[in-house]
Nanobody
Framework: QVQLHESGGGLVQPGGSLRLSCTAS????????MAWFRQSPGKDREFVAA????????SYRDSVKYRFTISRDNAENTLYLRMNSLKSEDTAVYYC????????????????????WGQGTQVTVSS
């Protein structure tokens, strides 16, 4: 089991940028396919982005494509989410998630396939 800790959230104006980090401990990040999910009040948790463990292939939900970038630094055991051109609808608690499973691309957005989760970091986009 890997322990995950998110950081980097905060309050930002519309159009601004943030970079979230997810630091892994207990196991090597390179063993995991990683993802970011988010949840806002009254809504279900939704997929944001994922990056595979071996190929570094990435996947994004349509509403964040070309604005958000997921990346990983296995040497630092850290996952990142760079968020640009932020909108009010991006306001949510952001969670990182990990799985050792070999997920096919269509399964990457499905939360039930991820075994380990962080506690989340709040992102608020508001003027």
């Amino acid at each position: 089991q890997v322990q995950l800790h998110e950081s980097g959230g905060g309050l930002v104006q519309p159009g601004g940028s943030l970079r979230l980090s997810c630091t892994a401990s207990g196991r090597a990040l390179r063993d995991y396919t990683m993802a970011w999910f988010r949840q806002s009040p009254g809504k279900d948790r939704e997929f944001v982005a994922a990056i595979k463990r071996n190929s570094h292939m990435t996947s994004y939900r349509d509403s964040v494509k070309y604005r958000f970038t997921i990346s990983r630094d296995n040497a630092e055991n850290t996952l990142y989410l760079r968020m640009n051109s932020l909108k009010s609808e991006d306001t949510a608690v952001y969670y990182c998630a990990a799985t050792t499973g070999s997920l096919i691309t269509s399964s990457l957005p499905r939360a039930q396939f991820y075994d380990d989760w962080g506690q989340g970091t709040q992102v608020t986009v508001s003027s």
